[in-house]
């Protein structure tokens, strides 16, 4: 756990999935600042697991995020940090 870290960004071209982004709220709990830099979709069982009716996965938290850079994400990532079934960003939600 890195609770002294505010400020991550996350870069690759090999697509982020939802497990990770559950790794990132639980390795970060103090995170406030979140930057995603990856043009490709997410990968088909990602989707499908991270659809709306699916309740598999508990919605991932960030209670402390206060900046979400999503300008160079694909649009998989936006629908992910934006869809509060999703992801709850409690302070972005203000």
Known sequence: MFNDLDYLEVQDE????????????????LL?????????????????????DNQLYSIVKYPYL????LYSAHNDYVEQFLNDRK???SHLDK
């Open 32 to 52: 406030k600042y979140l930057s995603i830099l990856n043009l490709s979709s997410q990968s088909s069982i990602s989707k499908k697991f991270n659809c709306n």
């Open 66 to 69: 206060i900046s979400l850079n």
């Open 87 to 89: 992801t709850y960003l």
């Open 14 to 29: 090999i697509p982020f999935e939802y497990e990770f982004f559950i790794q990132i709220a639980w390795s970060f709990p």
